[in-house]
Nanobody
Framework: QVRLVESGGGLVQAGGSLRLSCAAS????????MGWYRQAPGKEREFVVA????????YYADSVKGRFTISRGNAKNTVTLQMNSLKPEDTAVYYC????????????????WGQGTQVTVSS
């Protein structure tokens, strides 16, 4: 089992920045690719970003490219999502996710989910 705990959500004005963190614990966490999904009110959960197990390879949704950056901690059991130039349409609950590889994460096949953290961007 892998346990994921998010932190760092909140309220920010459009154009501002937020940093989300996800702490993973459990067996062989370093064997998992990690990433983020988000779900806005009335919409389906959507893929945001995924990072490979070793950290150097990341995939971003087109809607966040150039504004969001994912990184992985040295111990590989934490991921940080730096969100810049936030827009009102970025408002959503953001979920940390983990699975064996980034292809599965990008496809919506997610073995482990965090509980989510709210991000609200005001206009």
């Amino acid at each position: 089992q892998v346990r994921l705990v998010e932190s760092g959500g909140g309220l920010v004005q459009a154009g501002g920045s937020l940093r989300l963190s996800c702490a993973a614990s459990g067996r062989t966490v370093s064997d998992y690719a990690m990433g983020w999904y988000r779900q806005a009110p009335g919409k389906e959960r959507e893929f945001v970003v995924a990072i490979s197990r070793s950290g150097p390879i990341a995939y971003y949704a087109d809607s966040v490219k150039g504004r969001f950056t994912i990184s992985r901690g040295n111990a590989k059991n934490t991921v940080t999502l730096q969100m810049n130039s936030l827009k009102p349409e970025d408002t959503a609950v953001y979920y940390c996710a983990a699975d064996t590889n980034t292809l599965r994460l990008r496809s919506g096949v997610v073995a482990y989910w965090g509980q989510g953290t709210q991000v609200t961007v005001s206009s």
